[in-house]
């Protein structure tokens, strides 16, 4: 599977949910898309992740003048 652009193993069955939870990711700063769709916070524990997904985590930063 790829995540962010690296290729990655995961154990079989790790939802996004546990990958998230494992990895420290803060879910109120982040927007998560798989396969080319964002999802909704709620499906992140319903999603196993496969090893042909491809997965994008982008985080929200603050800043400014």
Sequence with gaps: MEI???HTKLPEGTTILDYL???HYV???IAVEY???IL???DYAK???KDDD????V???GGGC
Excluded: R, T, W
């Design 40 to 42: 909704d916070k709620e």
């Design 4 to 6: 962010n652009g690296k």
């Design 59 to 61: 985080s929200f930063m």
């Design 47 to 49: 999603v196993v992740l």
């Design 35 to 37: 396969n080319y769709v």
């Design 27 to 29: 879910l109120a700063q």
């Design 21 to 23: 939870e494992q990895n």
């Design 54 to 57: 491809i997965l994008e985590i």
